[in-house]
C-alpha cells in the first residue's frame, strides 16, 4: 500500500508499506523531485546493466529524507511549514517513508532501529529549525 500525505497541495510525505508490492519499475517522485524514490520488482535472470553515474551540478533547496524502518514501530508527525500540527501516522518494521517537505517528529512507540537517507553535506544547525512536538491530547493518528 503506499500512502501520500498532502497538505494545501504540497507534499508532504510518501509511505510505501512493507506489504506493497507490484510489478516492473515504479516510482512515486517526479523527474523533478530532489530526492527520487522508487520500487523494482524483477524476475530472476533480469539484468540492469553496469553503468555509473555522471557529474551533473543539482541545486538542493530543500533537505528530504527517506527512513527505512529496520525495526520497531514509529509514531510520524506532520506538521505544515508554518509549524501547525497536522497529523500522526504509525510506521512498522519494513515500511519505507519519504519526507519531502513540511516539518515532522517522531515519537519511538518500540524500541526502534531506523536507517536514513539524506542529501549532504550536513549543515548543522542551519540544517534545521526546532520547534514545540504536538501534545497527547492534540494527537490525531491516520489509520489506512
Known sequence: MIEKIIHNAISLAV????????????????????????????PQGYEILPH???????????TQEVL??????VRVDFYDNDQNYLESRIVFKGD???????????????QSEIIEVK??????????????PVTEAQLNIVTN
Open 96 to 110: 519505507v517513508i519519504l519526507l519531502a517537505d513540511g516539518g515532522h517528529g517522531f515519537m519511538m512507540l518500540e
Open 119 to 132: 542529501q549532504g553535506p550536513y549543515c548543522g544547525e542551519r540544517d534545521k529549525v526546532r520547534f514545540n
Open 15 to 42: 509511505i510505501i508499506r512493507a506489504s506493497y508490492t507490484n510489478t516492473g519499475i515504479e516510482f512515486f517522485t517526479t523527474e523533478n523531485d530532489s530526492q527520487q524514490l522508487g520500487y523494482m520488482n524483477r
Open 68 to 73: 527505512y524502518i529496520k525495526s520497531g514501530k
Open 52 to 62: 555509473r553515474h555522471n557529474i551533473v551540478q543539482r541545486e538542493v533547496r530543500l
